[in-house]
């Protein structure tokens, strides 16, 4: 018996994650120093491990409401209405395992078969195959290195059809850094509105925004009722492993994400809800020092992209530069495996994030200074190295 | 001078006093001879102590023993305990000299090569001063953590070395 043919179709042509392979290659250099890693390089603070131990020992071991534990969901409100200036009401927000399953939900209680998601892109590899997943149609939307990786309201609107129906946003951006400030937002939500549109907004990354606070776009006038939002504890209060996060989102939308998750998942791990809510109400203090810490690499990191003469926006939010290596004559994926063959320093090619990202290196500055330093310092190297192959350009 | 920026520089500076200037110009987005002259100025008005290293004695040739040390103190007319706690900081061996309330007053660390030599010192020097009442030494079998370091079993970086 094939089982392979027993697959389902979607699932037997869900491309495999163009991480994979480059994440096998990396694994066979166990010294590597590695700007590839998705999450904080920080611990979950002691205080939030803690509080999960002594709830354990309380012997909270038992399934919670299906929504999550009231109080957390009030802390969650009450955080999204002081850092956000969202007002959701309890029954409007969700606790999830991590804001995975909230894109999951968000995209299967909304997208019917031939629905039309649009996704800016470059993005996190898990969109285009949670719409596939649902039924729906991915439609990319490019974004340009020249206008910092944001969402232009143009490139949307060209992509915009009868079909729409969802558009999905993340920002502050993985893999670009790009973040979308509020006169960046009002073109869009415009077009969101006139089209009738609903946004999945990932906002996964809120806290790690530079230079400023983040606007999230539910904030903006008549945008709440257009807008499921979708965050979680892993990046601001470096609790990645927990798999804990929420979406909160007007009540008739989410009350169809929650009845996907009552059937599916039943409820978010009680340990990991009593560890978010320690860190929802305590945490703040410590994610702002990480974010701090985080801010000074970027510049770190910046600056030596810029000496190398490699061309990079500056990204202005998460943990990533996505600096252009074309000058280096090499495409992305021979940049990056040379670079580990050649300094053992593991970066991730642009384009695994989609076409807008070929020429480009997602680079994660979420590791010690020491590290990120003794990396740069092989990039360069590798960089002049390579610019020394290249033809010379004759002066004319 | 911006506070902040002086904030931020301590704080670099706490972490590592090894950090080129140039590097912590980077990192806070400053001009090189701006931050050399806020370090500068730190150090001319004292809030900038000195620079030095967290050592874990315990892991090199030679180890070091340390002591902490009650000290019941009979306090002098017109000078409280300070003109006792300088007699005693002066000595190089004294890691550090604290007030302390409770059951004693002054609490003093001792960092010496040898355990004989915190006996030496307690009897010889401290205990023969006029104004101590008494003393209570306790020896520091391991140490944990030193100046907000942890010296042992530090985390590992348990993550996989490629994540979307």
Not at chain 1, 20 to 28: A, G, I, M, P, S
Request: proline share 5%.
């Amino acid at each position: 018996m094939n089982l392979e043919e027993k697959l389902s179709p979607v699932v037997k042509n869900l491309a495999p994650s163009g991480i994979r392979r480059f994440f096998d290659l990396v694994n066979q250099k166990p010294n590597a120093i590695s700007l590839g890693v998705g999450e904080p390089d920080f611990v979950t603070p002691w205080h939030v491990r803690e509080a999960c131990v002594a709830a354990l020992e309380r012997g909270m071991t038992t399934y919670t409401s299906n929504q999550g534990m009231p109080e957390l969901i009030r802390e969650i409100a009450s955080y999204l209405n002081r850092r956000f200036s969202l007002n959701y009401d309890e029954q409007e927000i969700l606790v999830t395992f991590g804001a995975s399953e909230a894109i999951d939900l968000a995209l299967r209680a909304l997208v019917a078969a031939g629905d039309e998601v649009l996704i800016p892109e470059p993005c996190y590899v898990s969109y285009t195959p949670c719409v596939q997943l649902a039924g729906g149609k991915p439609v990319p939307v490019p974004t340009y290195a020249q206008y910092g990786f944001k969402l232009r309201a143009e490139e949307l609107e060209k992509a915009i059809t009868p079909r729409s129906k969802v558009l999905i946003l993340c920002y502050p951006n993985n893999p670009t850094g790009a973040i979308m400030r509020r006169e960046d937002l009002e073109p869009i939500a415009a077009l969101v509105k006139k089209h009738g549109l609903l946004v999945i907004s990932d906002e996964i990354y809120a806290e790690l925004t530079y230079q400023g606070r983040h606007t999230s776009i539910g904030s903006l006038p008549g945008m709440k009722e257009h807008v499921i939002l979708v965050s979680g504890f892993s990046k601001a209060f470096a609790m990645t492993g927990w798999r804990i996060g929420y979406t909160a989102a007007p009540l008739p939308i989410l009350s169809g994400m929650l009845k996907i998750h009552q059937y599916t998942a039943l409820c978010a791990p009680i340990t990991s809800q009593m560890a978010a809510l320690e860190a929802v109400k305590n945490g703040l203090q410590e994610c702002e020092a990480m974010v701090s810490q985080y801010d000074r690499r970027r510049r770190l990191v910046v600056k030596a992209f810029q000496d190398m003469g490699l061309k990079c926006h500056d990204p202005q939010g998460a943990f990533y530069v996505f600096p252009s290596i074309e000058s280096t004559g090499l495409d992305a994926h021979t940049f990056a495996e040379q670079l580990l063959e050649e300094e053992e320093v593991a970066v991730v090619p642009g384009d695994v994030f989609g076409p807008s990202g070929t020429g480009h290196i997602r680079c994660s500055y979420a590791t010690s200074i020491e590290r990120l330093g003794e990396a740069l310092t092989r990039i360069e190297r590798f960089v002049n190295r390579k610019r020394q192959l290249l033809p010379k350009r004759s002066l004319g | 001078m911006s506070e902040h920026l002086q904030h931020e520089i301590l704080s670099l500076l706490k972490e590592n006093s090894r950090l080129e200037t140039e590097k912590i110009a980077h990192m806070l987005g400053e001009s090189k001879e701006k931050v050399e002259q806020i370090i500068q100025e730190l150090e001319k008005t004292g809030i900038i102590v000195k620079y030095g290293a967290v050592i874990n004695w315990q892991k090199s040739e030679k180890p070091k023993v340390s002591a902490l040390i009650d000290v019941k103190v009979a306090p002098q007319r017109g000078y409280g305990f300070d003109a006792l706690a300088r007699r005693i900081y002066r000595f190089p061996e004294v890691r550090s000299v604290y007030l302390m309330s409770g059951a004693y007053d002054l609490s003093v660390e001792l960092e010496v090569d040898s355990m004989e030599a915190v006996g030496r010192f307690v009897t010889e020097k401290l205990a023969t001063l006029d104004s101590v009442m008494g003393t209570t030494t306790h020896f520091v079998m391991k140490k944990y953590k030193e100046d907000g370091v942890i010296l042992d079993d530090p985390e590992k970086d348990e993550r996989l070395v490629i994540t979307p």
